[in-house]
């Protein structure tokens, strides 16, 4: 039975000037009674990032049938929105449960009953495992970590059995690889980590686990066959451990950020054939919004590397032309503090009178730099007053500068249907 998250009092909280782009008739309303007015994203300041319903609602499909077409858990990363919404439609889709980065992110999740949970991290801060020692007494609660050392194991371990636990903590194993993030550096040493936990009165052996995502930055050879390695070896650990393995609950084998997710399933393929018992677990997270940037340039379901139904961009900037200074050279009013860049500038896509109106092609133009409350417009024919849409590039870094993201119908309709809040 798909899990229903909390989410009634999101409704009920009251906008305030305090939530940025958010227009002033809206202030002392309730969520739920703003919407109920039917408001239009020509009512919001600029500048301002929106979501798309109907692109999320694809991609949400699209990536849901994927997975499971090879026989794929999907555990998005629910850090890529911290958006609680966002994840309950994902949950809806299939999804067993949600992927989250930190134990801040766990005890957000909690408050509103998330309850299957994969930490992709380490739990070693004494007041986080006392925390979730806490939680564990939930027996609806399902809950795994990862750890890449016997530091991590012995620092849990002594921190759990000081602290009192109701039931022993699901960890899985992590690898990794040499000049990649965490994880343990070599096969054999991860087998050394999975012993120990086997052992323990206080954690169990959950499985394998890894990201394959910091090994490449593109889909050249060098990097996918990198990727391609790295997740062979995951299944080499993962049948080395086999014995190690107890009945009393799930076993996993989870990679797959939203890069190389195809390369998770060609690599997983034979084990999922001969392994039954095992849930091997994608933990993508940016397709729901997907964008038009580093993901448009690398994900298996956009441009060429598609044979069927891609991905669509599902988040825009909007911004407003507040100078033009020199001829080449207007000046929009959003910054780093409002758009993501960390994985390349936005791309300006159109241009209109005001937020609503007929958008008009952008060609040849481009960002060519951004501080914290502009970004510098080159190669546009444009007017102070104007509005330009934004196209942008990862996600994961987009949702965090907002409190409230407007949800319009579609690319063609204006109409606000929903303010996903953000839990940063």
């Not at 501080?371 to 510098?376: K, R, V």
């Not at 007053?385 to 409230?404: I, N």
Request: glycine residues 10%; aromatic residues 6%.
């Amino acid at each position: 039975m798909t899990q229903q998250l909390l989410l009634d009092r999101l409704g009920a909280e009251r906008l305030s000037a305090r939530d940025k782009g958010i227009p002033e008739r809206a202030f002392g309303l309730t969520v739920d009674a703003f919407l109920a007015t039917g408001p239009r994203l020509t009512e919001f300041w600029t500048p301002l990032i929106a979501l798309d319903d109907a692109a999320m609602r694809d991609n949400v499909t699209l990536m849901a049938d994927w997975s499971a077409e090879r026989g794929l858990e999907l555990m998005p990363h629910g850090k890529t929105t911290m958006a609680p919404a966002l994840w309950q439609r994902q949950l809806d889709a299939g999804c067993p449960g949600i992927t989250l980065a930190n134990m801040d992110q766990v005890r957000v999740a909690r408050t509103f009953g998330l309850g299957d949970i994969m930490l992709a991290n380490a739990v070693i801060d004494p007041r986080s495992l006392r925390y979730l020692a806490a939680e564990l007494a939930d027996p609806d609660l399902s809950f795994v970590s990862w750890a890449d050392s016997l530091e991590t194991v012995e620092r849990m371990q002594g921190a759990l059995r000081e602290i009192g636990v109701p039931r022993r903590v699901d960890v899985c194993v992590e690898l990794g690889a040499p000049g990649g993030r965490t994880g343990a550096r070599t096969v054999d040493e991860a087998i050394e980590i999975a012993r120990v936990i086997s052992a323990s009165d206080v954690l169990r052996l959950a499985g394998v686990a890894g990201y394959e995502g910091s090994l490449g930055h593109d889909r050249s050879p060098a990097a996918l066959a990198a990727v391609r390695a790295y997740l062979e070896s995951q299944i080499v650990l993962h049948e080395a451990i086999g014995d190690l393995y107890d009945d009393e609950g799930d076993v996993f084998v989870t990679a797959g950020g939203s890069a190389y997710f195809d390369l998770v399933a060609e690599a997983y393929a034979p084990a999922i054939a001969r392994d039954a018992r095992t849930r091997f677990t994608l933990r993508s997270g940016a397709y729901i919004v997907h964008d038009d940037g580093f993901y448009r340039g690398i994900s298996p379901l956009d441009g060429d590397r598609s044979d069927g139904a891609r991905l669509r961009s599902a988040m825009h900037g909007w911004t407003r032309v507040v100078s033009r200074p020199e001829p080449a050279l207007a000046l929009l009013d959003g910054g780093k503090r409002d758009l993501p860049f960390d994985e390349g500038l936005p791309e300006p896509q159109g241009v209109a009178a005001d937020l609503g109106a007929p958008l008009a092609p952008l060609l040849g133009a481009t960002i060519s730099a951004m501080n914290d409350q502009h970004a510098f417009l080159r190669g546009a024919e444009v007017h102070v007053g104007d509005v330009v849409r934004l196209g942008l590039s990862h996600p994961c870094t987009a949702f965090d500068k907002w409190h409230y993201l407007p949800v319009v119908t579609s690319a063609d309709d204006d109409r606000v249907v929903e303010l996903v809040r953000t839990f940063f």
